[in-house]
Nanobody
Framework: VQLQASGGGLVQPGGSLRLSCAAP????????IGWFRQAPGKEREEVSCISHSGNHAQSADSVQGRFTASRDNAKNTVFLQMNSLKPEDTAVYYC?????????????????WGQGTLVTVSS
């Protein structure tokens, strides 16, 4: 089952967006969830990870203090709140399900990517 990210769009620098991650047919509360992004011409990088319970969430240094992962297991949805957006945050954002977060890194996920959502930060 591939996860689907949504909620992207065009936002001005300094603005905010909240992305959502859903997986029809998959109960997400059994999985840690990682948020990844891939900018044009660059490799995919992970930006945040949240544990299956939501008790642990950590973001990468590049977005620390600006991006926060959260989840609502009752709604089977995971979120990425992005604040103080910068042009360099422009990328396609993806979510993935795995076993555990080690810091901000998701372990045990497949290298299979579902639908991403484009975030464009520009004035």
């Amino acid at each position: 089952v591939q996860l689907q990210a949504s909620g992207g769009g065009l936002v001005q620098p300094g603005g905010s967006l909240r992305l959502s991650c859903a997986a029809p047919g998959l109960v997400l509360d059994k999985y840690a969830i990682g948020w990844f992004r891939q900018a044009p011409g660059k490799e995919r990088e992970e930006v945040s990870c949240i544990s299956h319970s939501g008790n642990h969430a950590q973001s990468a240094d590049s977005v620390q203090g600006r991006f926060t992962a959260s989840r609502d297991n009752a709604k089977n949805t995971v979120f990425l709140q992005m604040n103080s957006l910068k042009p360099e945050d422009t990328a396609v954002y993806y979510c993935a399900a795995g076993v555990i977060c080690v810091g901000s890194v998701l372990r045990g996920h497949r290298d299979s990517w579902g639908q991403g959502t484009l975030v464009t930060v520009s004035s």
